[in-house]
Each structure stands twice: as structure tokens, then as C-alpha cells.
């Protein structure tokens, strides 16, 4: 079993429509929570980071974090084409000072 | 967050040579990472590079073919040794600053022939 599991997708969403994207983990102990977006030929950006469970909102992206039940997920609000990119979603372990990345989803944002 | 700067951006090496890859954080942190990422993968940790001491290699990965230096809290450089095609890809150095947050360098694509 993989750490962090993602659908690599790609996952495609009208304009204007809510994306959501779902990783889930392994490490029962984990306490923090990231998700990058990585364009095309860029470095993978920090767009949010949660660490208690419930939603985190930032302008049109909620991350949701349910410890229970080992998942963690992104929202995207009025999607826009700029938002097409790969989404890593990123754990750091109980009690390893790494953090595991997944192996990404692709979202596509159709016009 | 911090101004994360690398060099080279990118670079074609001869097979049997090696890169050595900068890493420069406008301001201290005591954490730096570094990072491969091959074509269409995610990213796999390579080591994590300790100021004053030896860098911390994860499974797959040694200090003879990757060796790190982190002479102090700003900088540190990978060298990627006696290179062949199996190691085109990306490399990324990344920080992280309070709350365990990461953030990367913007990468140096490598080639090699």
C-alpha cells in the first residue's frame, strides 16, 4: 500500500464548476497536511496547508481533513483555466521528519 | 516564505561526468531538502541536508553518487556524480520554515548524453 495515494486523473471540470481532489494516507499518526500545484515545467507551490480536522478555506480552495478516516481533500471554487495543473498532495509522518508526496493528480479545466 | 534561488537552471551533461547543483535561501533555515523528480512522476526524497553534519540519505540513494554539502544556514549544494541517462530528471532543493511547510527552488532540468 502506497503512503499517500491520489487518482492521477486526469480529471477534467467545466469553467466555473467545483474541482475536487482526494488523497488519502497510511500513517494513522500523521499531523500535517499539504497540497502543491505543479504547472508544466514548473516547481510544485504551496496553495495550502491543514493540520486539525474539518475545513480550511483560502479564496476559492477548501482543504478538508478527516483523520478518521485517513483523507484529505481540495476544493476548488469557480474553476478557471489557469487552474489546469498537476495537485500533489503532501504528508508529513508521526515520526519521520520527511514529508511523502503522492503521485499527483492532473486537473484539466475545460472552457 | 523565502526567495528559494538554484543554478543551474538547467544543464547537458556527458555521461560519466558530474553537476554539481546550487541552492540559496535569502534568509536561515534549518532545513533543506533535496528532491528528484523524473519525467511524469511525483517527487522522491533524496536526502535531507544537515548543517554541520552529514546529509541523511533515504533508501536508494548513497553519498558517494549524491554528494551534499551545507556549509552553513543558506546554502547548500548536490552533486550528482558519474552520471548516466537514467539520471535525467529534475532536481529541487526545498526549505521548510515554521509549521512544517515546504517550499521549493524553481528546479534544474538535467540531461544527460
Known amino acids: 500500500q502506497k503512503e499517500v495515494e491520489q487518482n492521477s486523473g486526469p480529471l477534467s471540470v467545466p469553467e466555473g464548476a467545483i474541482a475536487s481532489l482526494n488523497c488519502t494516507y497510511s500513517d494513522r499518526g500523521s499531523q500535517s497536511f499539504f497540497w502543491y500545484r505543479q504547472y508544466s515545467g514548473k516547481s510544485p507551490e504551496l496553495i495550502m496547508s491543514i493540520y486539525s480536522n474539518g475545513d480550511k478555506e483560502d479564496g476559492r480552495f477548501t482543504a478538508q481533513l478527516n483523520k478518521a478516516s485517513q483523507y484529505v481533500s481540495l476544493l476548488i471554487r469557480d474553476s478557471q483555466p489557469s487552474d489546469s495543473a498537476t495537485y500533489l498532495c503532501?504528508?508529513?509522518?508521526?515520526?519521520?521528519?520527511?514529508?511523502?508526496f503522492g503521485s499527483g493528480t492532473r486537473l484539466s479545466i475545460r472552457p | 516564505s523565502a526567495v528559494i534561488s538554484q543554478k543551474p537552471s538547467r544543464d547537458i551533461c556527458q555521461r560519466g561526468t558530474s553537476l554539481t547543483i546550487q541552492c540559496q535561501v535569502d534568509s536561515q533555515v534549518t532545513m533543506m531538502f533535496w528532491y528528484r523528480q523524473q519525467p511524469g512522476q511525483s517527487l522522491t526524497l533524496i536526502a535531507t541536508?544537515?548543517?554541520?553534519?552529514?546529509?541523511?540519505?533515504e533508501s536508494g540513494f548513497v553519498i558517494d553518487k549524491f554528494p551534499i554539502s551545507r556549509p552553513n544556514l543558506t546554502f547548500s549544494t548536490l552533486t550528482v556524480s558519474n552520471l548516466s541517462p537514467e539520471d535525467s530528471s529534475i532536481y529541487l532543493c526545498s526549505v521548510e520554515f515554521l509549521w512544517n511547510e515546504q517550499f521549493f527552488g524553481p528546479g534544474t532540468r538535467l540531461t544527460v548524453l
Open positions: 541536508a544537515n548543517q554541520g553534519s552529514e546529509a541523511t540519505y
Open positions: 503532501a504528508v508529513k509522518g508521526s515520526s519521520a521528519s520527511k514529508i511523502i
